[in-house]
């Protein structure tokens, strides 16, 4: 009888212990919109997307990242910002970047309608290699998608293609 006992409790405490390790353990439970892919479960293609679980919705974490290179450096709006009409475009630009004090800018849906375009001005002496900084106030129509870029060309007076220069900043309208 007593080595039937100790079977018992032996069965008894196996089973407790599997039952406390499937009741507490956190397999399958999702915390973050990564884990919500990750484990299968349908995503949102719209900016950013997002991934619902468990009656949960987990959105994408966008980095924002800044524009910058030796020629320019795009302060706002930072790629995959959301814009609104108006918003101020802000940065530094080589002189070198700028004619007569101006370099332009063009606001494009995905689709690639323009949706506006000016000049953006220096705020400063341009004449030189040096960073300027400059700023405009970007009003535009009512895009068609919820995506778009805005193209900053570098002024090139003399027409020549070897002397063209962009920059592209993905945004969200």
Known sequence: ??????????IVV??????????????GKVSNFEE??????PVMESYPRQCSSDGQTFVEEIKQE??????????YPTSGETVTSPFELRGLARGTWYFEATF?????????NLLTELPVMAEGDWMTEDFVPF???????????NTGKL????ANASGLPEHDDSVEIPVAF
């Open 1 to 10: 009888m007593n080595q039937k006992n100790l079977i018992t409790t032996i």
């Open 14 to 27: 196996a089973l407790i212990a599997a039952g406390f390790y499937f009741l507490t353990r956190e397999d």
């Open 36 to 41: 919500c892919v990750e484990a299968g479960n």
């Open 66 to 75: 800044v524009i910058s290179n030796d020629k320019i450096q795009v302060q």
């Open 104 to 112: 332009s800018a063009e606001l494009v849906d995905a689709n690639g």
């Open 135 to 145: 700023s405009a106030m970007i009003s535009f129509s009512t895009p068609q998608t």
């Open 151 to 154: 193209i900053l060309r570098k």
